[in-house]
């Protein structure tokens, strides 16, 4: 009865029964109430029994902790007698003792904010430090299960005895420091809390970085504390909230002018939930008197009969909701607060109307959070978990820095001499860290030589001196490759991966054949057939009609090849008298004109638009020739050119982008090189440079990009490798377009590659069309002139050789307006040829029978033949 809580327990059940009855003045049966100390367990079950056997109680209120509840509580299940107390250890049930009403919320309840704010900021380890008794062991295996839901994992678990050392509790926070886990849960009563938080600030643990979580029953009775708001600075703590109104200001105000007046010396004693609940609990209490003041039976016992009417019941009393279900009162809304200066700041509530946490009560702002100051008075959200190297404070980071500044390059301070790191793979790392879930310090240490002005060897060096515990990891510009997995581990690559050829570019307008470019190979091949087949088909028709279509062979091969191509500059002038032919030229034109145009534009494109070929388009040209090619110094590119058969004398090594550009200007010839064989992303800043002049060329040979490197076996490489995708989905871009932006000067100037010739693919439409109509024009001829000369092919006395001849003598002889021969069977049914004369048209100045005309030609033919 002498301490804090038990002076303002007191207090609140005394005013809770003035008030109640002065509410309800027509009540009958009034409270009395009996109180006893209970500062130890035993005292607990001593002043129980007592009250039980001797003054015959109908119910008690008390004890406060969980231990000496216990003893109470078995003694109230014995007598028959409730037990009214706030003990909220998950050990004791009301569900398991019938007698047992508990007036606060089980403590288990409270790990649903925990965990819900643990998730919230994505820590993925914590620390449970808790007191030794029922009060902190009962919630170990539940907090473990609600971490393990939320794929949190508890590291570690510290218990304090009450009796240890100031010493010893400042070694096992010592050793809580060289861990990797930065946020504990403290789950102890106000004094051991006392003495645990003064030697965590003693031990730097309250510095920028660590993160401290209270539970209710401290987070509750801060009061109690020594110098709580010194200690605790950026603390955030769990407790009930209890929803301000007028009623519960009246009573505080009234609550601390009763309690200045019985205890005038106490200045340290505050209003606090459990003194609020309590008062609540009298109100119910006499509320349930009430009600069995109305009962019938008056001969059964207080107990069992008070008994069903206090484990359900609910009123609005100051602390809100006061529900009681079966014996326990029922969680509604708890307050998220922040330990800040000489208070505390409500920074969010949990409820299990919205099963989640908020900076409001209500739906709408589900998932957020007020600021939050942090320990150390950082409003940086702490990464939950630092990476100790080695015992040393601070990860060795090894770095290659050669003339690539875009990628990697190191500026020294004159003065001070201090080194910062710049360039892209630098700011990628640094992405890197900042995605990581807890805190990683680390430093640049230059691969250099003792002069500190070159590398102190190439990329593998570095590689093997991070494999022998030269560093801790190595950043950069690292290519991953397989011989190096052997020796370290590598996070997933963050850049483009594979290897090819920068060479010069020349101008295709200047070369002696452009005017055959527009038109590829395949094209020129088909147009010049159907140059051929087309002038074959208007000879074929216009042959026995068109006097210009015959003569002697020489002219007549003339006259078809003329035609034909005559058409490309519709050059032709002969005159054309058959319908078919005509239609076959017409066509024909047509196509010509298609052919053209295109032809015309794809000239003229070629022609005002800069074409870039590149000088080489094979690495093995370069190699035959015995050329010069260039590589990065220090790369793994040697050695893959060595392999590809280059010699010693054909390799030149080179460090910065200028460099590669001089070699290239100069060429093998003059002692440069006609080649760089090198990775893609430094080709296409290279690229990006010098935009007129050099192209990329030949296959790429893959390789797997960049990657950070670290010993093999570090845990460190899969949490690095989870950050290298979150950064290159997010922040990726920006990072590479800081730093390989494209000069402005070059992406206007930027000339087009080279156009690529027009091919048959695109005009197998009008081909289609040209073949169509020719040889269409071609059968109708065929089929028209074999009818007209039926009489020979019906002849079943000749051979078809014989037929053949004089059907090709009579086609290739006689004109359409001349007779023609016939093969007829005799009599005697030996072979005989009669001609069946037609009248010789007088305008053409000579008559069938003449010598030398195209019949009796052919009849000569003909009879040798039958001789």
Same mark, same amino acid.
């Given at each position: 009865?002498?301490?804090?809580?038990?002076?303002?327990?007191?207090?609140?059940?005394?005013?809770?029964?003035?008030?109640?009855?002065k509410?309800h003045?027509?009540?009958?049966?009034?409270?009395?109430?009996?109180?006893?100390n209970?500062?130890?367990?035993?005292?607990?079950?001593?002043?129980?029994?007592?009250?039980?056997?001797?003054?015959?109680?109908a119910?008690?209120i008390?004890?406060?902790?969980?231990?000496?509840?216990?003893?109470?509580?078995?003694?109230?299940?014995?007598?028959?007698?409730?037990?009214?107390?706030?003990?909220?250890?998950?050990?004791?049930s009301?569900?398991n003792?019938?007698?047992?009403?508990?007036?606060?919320?089980?403590?288990?309840?409270?790990?649903?904010?925990?965990?819900?704010?643990?998730?919230h900021?994505?820590?993925?380890?914590?620390?449970?430090?808790?007191?030794?008794?029922?009060?902190?062991?009962?919630?170990?295996?539940?907090?473990?299960?609600?971490?393990?839901?939320?794929?949190?994992?508890?590291?570690?678990?510290?218990?304090?005895?009450?009796?240890?050392?100031?010493?010893?509790?400042?070694?096992?926070?010592?050793?809580?420091?060289?861990?990797?886990?930065?946020?504990?849960?403290?789950?102890?009563?106000?004094?051991?809390?006392?003495?645990?938080?003064?030697?965590?600030?003693?031990?730097?643990?309250?510095?920028?970085?660590?993160?401290?979580?209270?539970?209710?029953?401290?987070?509750?009775?801060?009061?109690?504390?020594?110098?709580?708001?010194?200690?605790?600075?950026?603390?955030?703590?769990?407790?009930?909230?209890?929803?301000?109104?007028?009623?519960?200001?009246?009573?505080?105000k009234?609550?601390?002018?009763?309690f200045?007046?019985?205890?005038?010396?106490?200045?340290?004693?505050?209003?606090?939930?459990?003194?609020?609940?309590?008062?609540?609990?009298v109100?119910?209490?006499?509320?349930?008197?009430?009600?069995?003041?109305?009962?019938?039976?008056?001969?059964?016992?207080?107990?069992?009969?008070?008994?069903?009417?206090?484990?359900?019941?609910?009123?609005?009393?100051?602390?809100?909701?006061?529900?009681?279900?079966n014996?326990?009162?029922?969680?509604?809304?708890?307050e998220?607060?922040?330990?800040?200066?000489?208070g505390?700041?409500?920074?969010?509530?949990?409820?299990?109307?919205?099963?989640?946490?908020?900076?409001?009560?209500?739906?709408v702002?589900?998932?957020?959070?007020?600021?939050?100051?942090?320990?150390?008075?950082?409003?940086?959200?702490?990464?939950g978990?630092?990476?100790?190297?080695?015992?040393?404070?601070?990860?060795?980071?090894?770095?290659?820095?050669g003339?690539?500044?875009?990628?990697?390059?190191?500026?020294?301070?004159?003065?001070?001499?201090?080194?910062?790191?710049?360039?892209?793979?630098?700011?990628?790392?640094?992405?890197?860290?900042?995605?990581?879930?807890?805190?990683?310090?680390y430093?640049?240490?230059?691969?250099?030589?003792?002069?500190?002005?070159?590398?102190?060897?190439?990329?593998?060096?570095?590689?093997?001196?991070?494999?022998?515990?030269?560093?801790?990891?190595?950043?950069?510009?690292?290519?991953?490759?397989?011989d190096?997995?052997?020796?370290v581990?590598?996070t997933?690559?963050?850049?483009?991966?594979?290897?090819?050829?920068?060479?010069?570019?020349?101008?295709?307008r200047?070369?002696?054949?452009?005017?055959?470019?527009?038109?590829?190979?395949?094209?020129?091949?088909?147009?010049?057939?159907?140059?051929?087949?087309?002038?074959?088909?208007?000879?074929?028709?216009?042959?026995?009609?068109?006097?210009?279509?015959?003569?002697?062979?020489?002219?007549?091969?003339?006259?078809?090849?003329?035609?034909?191509?005559?058409?490309?500059?519709?050059?032709?002038?002969?005159?054309?008298?058959?319908?078919?032919?005509?239609?076959?030229?017409?066509?024909?034109?047509?196509?010509?004109?298609?052919?053209?145009?295109?032809?015309?534009?794809?000239?003229?494109?070629?022609?005002?638009?800069?074409?870039?070929?590149?000088?080489?388009?094979?690495?093995?040209?370069?190699?035959?020739?015995?050329?010069?090619?260039?590589?990065?110094?220090?790369?793994?590119?040697r050695?893959?050119?060595?392999d590809?058969?280059?010699?010693d004398?054909?390799?030149?090594? &080179?460090?910065?982008?200028?460099?590669?550009h001089?070699?290239?200007?100069?060429? @093998? +010839? !003059?002692?440069? =090189?006609? #080649?760089?064989?090198?990775?893609?992303?430094?080709?296409?800043?290279?690229?990006?440079?010098?935009?007129n002049?050099?192209?990329?060329?030949?296959p790429?040979?893959?390789?797997?990009?960049?990657?950070?490197?670290?010993?093999i076996?570090?845990?460190?490489?899969?949490?690095?490798?989870?950050?290298?995708?979150?950064?290159?989905?997010?922040?990726?871009?920006?990072?590479?377009?800081?730093?390989?932006?494209?000069?402005?000067?070059?992406?206007?100037?930027?000339?087009q590659?080279?156009?690529?010739?027009?091919?048959?693919?695109s005009?197998?439409?009008?081909?289609?069309?040209?073949?169509?109509?020719?040889?269409?024009?071609?059968?109708?001829?065929?089929?028209r002139?074999? &009818?007209?000369?039926?009489?020979?092919?019906?002849?079943?006395?000749?051979?078809? @050789? +014989? !037929?053949?001849? =004089?059907? #090709?003598?009579?086609?290739?002889?006689?004109?359409?307006?001349?007779?023609?021969?016939?093969?007829?069977?005799?009599?005697?049914?030996s072979?005989?040829?009669?001609?069946?004369?037609?009248?010789?048209?007088?305008?053409?100045?000579?008559?069938?029978?003449?010598?030398?005309?195209?019949?009796?030609?052919?009849?000569?033919?003909?009879?040798?033949?039958?001789?």
């Open positions: 009865m002498n301490s804090s809580v038990g002076k303002m327990s007191s207090t609140c059940i005394s005013m809770a029964i003035r008030d109640f009855y509410k003045d027509n009540y009958t049966n009034i409270i009395k109430p009996y109180f006893r209970s500062s130890d367990n035993v005292q607990a079950a001593s002043a129980a029994l007592d009250l039980i056997k001797n003054v015959q109680v119910a008690i008390g004890p406060m902790t969980s231990s000496q509840a216990d003893f109470v509580i078995e003694l109230g299940n014995k007598e028959k007698v409730p037990v009214i107390s706030q003990a909220a250890s998950p050990s004791l009301p569900n003792n019938r007698y047992f009403i508990r007036s606060a919320h089980d403590s288990t309840l409270q790990l649903k904010p925990i965990t819900e704010l643990i998730k900021f994505g820590w993925s380890e914590v620390v449970f430090v808790f007191e030794h008794g029922q009060y902190g062991r009962g919630l170990v295996p539940y907090l473990s299960d609600a971490m393990m839901n939320i794929g949190t994992k508890v590291t570690s678990q510290i218990v304090i005895y009450p009796s240890v050392s100031d010493d010893w509790i400042l070694a096992e926070l010592y050793r809580l420091k060289t861990m990797q886990t930065r946020v504990f849960v403290v789950h102890a009563l106000p004094q051991v809390a006392s003495r645990l938080f003064e030697m965590v600030t003693e031990a730097g643990m309250m510095d920028e970085g660590y993160v401290w979580i209270i539970t209710e029953g401290l987070a509750t009775n801060l009061q109690y504390l020594d110098d709580e708001n010194e200690l605790m600075q950026g603390v955030i703590g769990i407790k009930s909230y209890i929803p301000n109104s007028g009623a519960l200001n009246d009573f505080r009234r609550w601390k002018r009763e200045h007046s019985l205890y005038p010396d106490d200045d340290l004693t505050t209003l606090d939930m459990s003194g609020i609940r309590v008062y609540d609990t109100f119910g209490l006499g509320l349930a008197l009430e009600n069995i003041a109305k009962q019938k039976n008056r001969d059964k016992k207080m107990g069992p009969r008070l008994l069903p009417l206090i484990r359900n019941f609910r009123l609005d009393g100051l602390s809100g909701e006061f529900n009681v279900v014996g326990q009162l029922h969680p509604s809304v708890y998220i607060v922040n330990i800040i200066g000489n505390e700041k409500t920074i969010g509530f949990w409820s299990t109307e919205i099963d989640g946490i908020s900076n409001k009560l209500d739906n702002t589900k998932g957020t959070l007020k600021p939050v100051t942090w320990p150390g008075d950082s409003h940086v959200i702490p990464k978990w630092e990476m100790p190297v080695s015992n040393k404070n601070m990860l060795r980071v090894g770095v290659r820095v003339g690539f500044d875009q990628f990697i390059d190191a500026n020294i301070d004159p003065e001070t001499g201090q080194v910062t790191m710049t360039g892209f793979c630098v700011d990628v790392f640094n992405a890197v860290i900042d995605e990581l879930p807890y805190a990683l310090k430093e640049f240490v230059r691969f250099v030589s003792s002069d500190g002005k070159r590398p102190a060897g190439s990329f593998d060096e570095l590689v093997l001196n991070l494999s022998i515990g030269g560093y801790d990891a190595v950043a950069g510009d690292i290519t991953i490759l397989a190096r997995s052997d020796k581990s590598f997933l690559p963050y850049t483009e991966a594979g290897v090819s050829l920068v060479v010069p570019i020349k101008d295709e200047k070369s002696t054949w452009i005017f055959m470019k527009p038109l590829e190979k395949d094209l020129w091949i088909t147009t010049g057939a159907f140059f051929i087949y087309t002038g074959l088909v208007v000879w074929v028709i216009e042959h026995r009609v068109n006097e210009e279509f015959r003569g002697p062979p020489r002219k007549q091969l003339g006259m078809l090849l003329w035609y034909s191509f005559s058409t490309v500059v519709y050059a032709h002038r002969e005159k054309l008298i058959s319908n078919l032919s005509r239609f076959v030229v017409i066509v024909w034109v047509f196509v010509m004109l298609v052919l053209t145009s295109s032809y015309t534009a794809s000239l003229s494109s070629m022609l005002t638009v800069q074409q870039l070929q590149p000088r080489y388009t094979d690495i093995n040209e370069i190699k035959i020739n015995g050329e010069s090619i260039g590589y990065q110094d220090g790369s793994f590119v050695e893959m050119l060595k590809m058969g280059f010699n004398t054909q390799l030149k090594n &080179y460090s910065t982008f200028d460099q590669y001089d070699a290239l200007q100069l060429g @093998s +010839q !003059k002692g440069g =090189v006609s #080649a760089i064989m090198e990775e893609l992303p430094y080709i296409r800043v290279f690229l990006a440079k010098h935009c002049m050099y192209t990329m060329t030949g790429i040979h893959k390789t797997a990009g960049f990657g950070f490197a670290f010993p076996g570090s845990p460190l490489v899969h949490d690095l490798s989870r950050a290298v995708l979150q950064v290159t989905e997010k922040q990726m871009m920006n990072i590479t377009n800081h730093w390989f932006r494209e000069d402005a000067k070059c992406d206007q100037q930027k000339p590659m080279s156009i690529e010739g027009l091919g048959h693919d005009f197998k439409g009008v081909f289609l069309l040209a073949g169509l109509s020719s040889t269409s024009a071609l059968l109708i001829f065929f089929f002139f074999l &009818y007209q000369n039926r009489e020979m092919l019906v002849s079943q006395d000749h051979s078809v @050789s +014989q !037929k053949i001849v =004089v059907i #090709a003598k009579t086609f290739d002889v006689f004109r359409d307006d001349e007779s023609k021969p016939s093969v007829e069977s005799n009599t005697n049914n072979p005989a040829i009669s001609v069946f004369h037609q009248e010789a048209r007088v305008d053409e100045g000579f008559s069938s029978t003449q010598p030398g005309s195209p019949v009796l030609d052919t009849i000569q033919v003909v009879e040798t033949i039958s001789n």
